[in-house]
């Protein structure tokens, strides 16, 4: 850290590559357990950091990724949003969507805003023709934000497969969104 790749920029983000100083709160937001409840536990600091600089280090070799995310007003670290390429999924090859934020920052629409964003760079930067985002079942804060961004989801769960039979939080939703025009 810190990496030379450009960032995006919304009328109240910056998504750019991630900083020693966003390692703290990082952890933080992962060790929180309401934040992590769709996913099989909170992180210790010690993952959480590790996983902050696999992040980064995906920014910095392909130009983009799950940027950090911060408030361009106060220059807060609020958490990430941007795009992945997952390998190990049934749909994959694929380019994902996602997102993660610290609590105070929910139900204020920058999910939404900082993905949208996100998408646009996916369309017209690398050209693809369709992104994907997925959820555990229950998650349903961040399927709205998959409605709201205008994706479909596909009419079948899928079980994902980092994940033992019977977890409850194996069955995930599967939402898409084509280029426009593509």
């Not at 709160?25 to 996983?51: G, I």
């Not at 408030?71 to 190990?88: D, N, Q, V």
Request: charged residues 20%.
């Amino acid at each position: 850290m810190p990496s030379t790749a450009p960032g995006l920029l919304t009328p109240r983000l910056h998504l750019r590559p991630w900083r020693a100083e966003d390692l703290s709160p990082f952890a933080a937001l992962n060790a929180d357990p309401e934040v992590m409840r769709h996913f099989p536990a909170t992180l210790e600091r010690a993952t959480s950091d590790a996983l902050a600089r696999r992040i980064d280090q995906l920014i910095a070799a392909q130009g983009w990724g799950f940027w950090a995310a911060e408030l361009r007003a106060s220059g807060a670290f609020i958490g990430f949003i941007g795009l992945h390429r997952p390998t190990h999924l049934p749909f994959s090859p694929c380019i994902e969507v996602g997102w993660r934020l610290a609590r105070p920052f929910w139900g204020l629409g920058l999910a939404t805003e900082g993905a949208r964003a996100a998408l646009e760079f996916a369309f017209h930067t690398l050209a693809a023709d369709e992104v994907v985002a997925f959820t555990a079942l229950s998650n349903q804060r961040s399927e709205a934000v998959m409605r709201r961004l205008g994706m479909q989801r596909d009419a079948a769960p899928f079980a994902h497969p980092d994940l033992p039979d019977g977890h409850p939080l194996q069955a995930h939703v599967l939402y898409r969104i084509r280029r426009p025009g593509a």
